[in-house]
């Protein structure tokens, strides 16, 4: 029987980082786990032909709005990074390189870096800083800097990121109910709805 969503999301993506705020919750509510699974947008993007939200005409002033607004909508704290989008290489590469081993911890490790990216508005991109936030919870901090170097680990997320869009994620966050997919935070209520009723 089916006991786990799939919650698909880019470090990088405002929508993803509020989502991540209450995918678990959300879940646990109905009996459920969550898998959590980084990808890169750059690479859907390209495959769908859009462009980040901030920088498509029309779009991009309403959307920088919307996120301050959906961010208290929900009572959290949002500060939109500086640089801002770019690609999340180091938190996604850790995130798998540390799954393997230890996929608690990893998951623990993904709240981290968005909540110093979202949150204070660092740049989550950086190495030494997901080192830093590994550091805490028992991650060898030159491990994990040697590691997101690899061509093993830099070929796992290309993969991830492939398999991932293979199977129709084009956007964060995405949430797949076995078969079942739901794009975007605002469709966390149908999600929670879904995992009630077993769908409709």
Do not use: C
């Not at 590994?134 to 993969?159: C, H, N």
């Not at 869009?165 to 956007?171: E, S, T």
């Amino acid at each position: 029987m089916l006991s786990a969503l799939e919650f698909y999301f880019d470090f990088y993506s405002p929508y993803g980082y509020l989502a991540s705020l209450r995918i678990d919750e959300i879940a646990a509510r109905q009996g459920y786990e969550v898998i959590w699974r980084p990808f890169l947008l750059g690479p859907a993007f390209a495959a769908t032909g859009h462009r980040p939200l901030l920088d498509t005409p029309l779009m991009g002033d309403y959307v920088a709005h919307d996120f301050a607004r959906s961010a208290r909508l929900q009572g959290a704290v949002f500060r939109l990074p500086e640089e801002f989008p770019k690609a999340a290489l180091a938190p996604s590469r850790a995130y798998y390189w540390l799954f393997d081993q230890q996929p608690e911890n990893a998951k623990k490790l993904a709240k981290a870096v968005y909540r110093v990216t979202f949150e204070q508005g660092r740049d989550g991109t950086q190495p030494e800083l997901v080192a830093d936030l590994a550091e805490p919870l028992g991650v060898d901090r030159k491990q994990l800097l040697t590691a997101i170097t690899t061509a093993e680990v830099k070929e796992r997320l290309k993969q991830e990121t492939q398999a991932a869009m293979a199977r129709g994620v084009f956007g964060s966050p995405f949430v797949f109910i076995g078969d079942e997919p739901f794009w975007g935070n605002d469709r966390l209520e149908q999600v929670e709805r879904w995992l009630q009723t077993g769908g409709w």
